[in-house]
Every structure is written in C-alpha cells, then in structure tokens.
C-alpha cells in the first residue's frame, strides 16, 4: 500500500455527513441519520474512526437506537481502520455478517495519463441527467424502487446543494458514461463512475476520471480519492492515471432481523 495519509479522506467523509440531518459523536466515531432517507445505506450508518479498539455491543448500542427509528433496524458500519479493529470484525463475522472490503485509492495532482481522446461534458444542472442517474444505479445493483426514489431525492437536496458536480459522456446526444466529484474542505472524492454495458471498453471511464482529477486539482483539492474493488479490473486503470492505493476499509449490513 501507498504511504499517503487517510485523514484527508475521513476530513471529506465528516464534512459529507454534516450534511445529513443528525451527527451523534462517539469516542469511537459517530452515528450518522437522516429520516428523510431511510433506505439508504450512505445516510444512515455508524462511522468507526478510532485506532483504539471498540467492542461490537458498543457501537451497536449506540448505533441501535437510531437505526430501530430511522431503518427498521437494520444497521450499516463502516470500520476505516479495520487493521486495528480485528476483534470487532471477528465478532461481526462471528455472528455471521456478510464483510465488505473497499479499496482506498488517492491521487495528488493532475493525472498522469489525460486518457482517451473523448469529450467530457460537465453538467449544468442536475435534472439534465436525473433520468440517466436513476437508470445508473441498476448497474450497481440498486433497483429497489424506494431505494432508488431516496438516491435521487437526496442528490437533489443534499449532494448538489453540498456541490457535487456531474460529468458524463455522450453518444449522438445520448448520455452512455456519468462520474459524480465532491470536494469538501480541500479534498476530493470521486464516485459512480458508470457506462451502461453498450458503451463499456471504450475508454470513457478512464476519461471522466481523467477530467474529474483535473477538475479537482484545478479547484485547489491536494488529494482526490475514490474506493475501488480490491481486486476489480478498474485499479489498473485508475493507476495509469495516478491514484494509489492507501488501504483498505471494512463493512457490513445487518438486516432488520438482527
């Protein structure tokens, strides 16, 4: 793994979840809520932060009150420094959570490689692409049609007003690549980089991640990350243009039953 630091990531994600409706500080993290969104994961969540190790029933008792309010009880926690929490994951897998793994990746700089020679367009209101933003997400594996009515509410009315900015790719007019960059306190993130299945292996994600570090770096961000598969094909290719691994962070969703 790089050497760079994660502290700017989780300076970016602090700022993100202020935009929420409700953050309960932990000595451990926080709690993260908003009833407005309920079905989604990302708003509704408990964020494991500290190097010192924190027990199971801890977070859960913190986080339990307000996921059997907001989500049904259902729980999401994000571990950012999972080598140092390794009893709380051997207890959460223990009890038979599901662990997901999320490579951490951040680039300094313009990129290393413009990429291909396509046109990227950035978007000057966001209802230019909310119908190839909802469509988008089947391709993540959200189809769930609350699910998918809550992302896009709250991309209008809290995303886009905290300023994330939209770049897409189009063919004969048609919207067929879209990537989503946020910058927060100086830091930049990038995600939902997707081409519908048609348009894939055309180098159209490597040229909106391109745009969006130059974007970001231009507007002043000293890093710019992303999460990627650990072992998905997409690292090669956010190489070439200049990210590096950091680390790599841990989480899981309990459903209602637990």
């Not at 994000?78 to 959570?97: C, K, M, N, W, Y």
């Not at 081409?195 to 391109?210: D, F, H, M």
């Amino acid at each position: 793994m790089g050497g760079m630091d994660l502290e700017p990531l989780l300076r970016w994600w602090r700022a993100q979840d202020a935009a929420f409706d409700r953050v309960e500080p932990a000595w451990w993290g926080a709690v993260v809520s908003d009833a407005r969104f309920p079905a989604v994961q990302e708003a509704n969540y408990a964020r494991v932060e500290t190097r010192q190790p924190v027990g199971l029933t801890e977070v859960e008792a913190d986080l339990g009150p307000t996921m059997a309010r907001i989500a049904g009880g259902r729980s999401h926690v994000v571990v950012f420094h999972p080598d140092a929490q390794t009893d709380l994951l051997s207890d959460a897998g223990i009890r038979g959570e599901r662990l997901t793994w999320d490579l951490v990746m951040a680039a300094s700089g313009p990129p290393g490689d413009d990429g291909p020679a396509v046109v990227v367009d950035e978007v000057a209101a966001f209802d230019e692409i909310a119908a190839d933003h909802r469509d988008s997400l089947r391709w993540f594996g959200i189809e769930d049609a609350a699910v998918v009515d809550q992302l896009e509410a709250m991309e209008r009315t809290v995303m886009v007003p905290a300023g994330r900015r939209w770049l897409v790719v189009r063919d004969r007019g048609r919207v067929v690549a879209l990537a989503g960059l946020l910058i927060l306190e100086g830091v930049g993130y990038l995600d939902h980089v997707v081409s519908v299945p048609e348009a894939r292996k055309r180098g159209y994600a490597s040229a909106l991640t391109a745009r969006a570090l130059a974007i970001a770096t231009a507007s002043g961000a000293d890093r710019t990350y992303l999460l990627a598969e650990p072992d998905g094909a997409a690292v090669r290719m956010y190489e070439r243009l200049g990210f590096r691994p950091v680390t790599q962070i841990a989480s899981w969703i309990s459903p209602p039953a637990r």
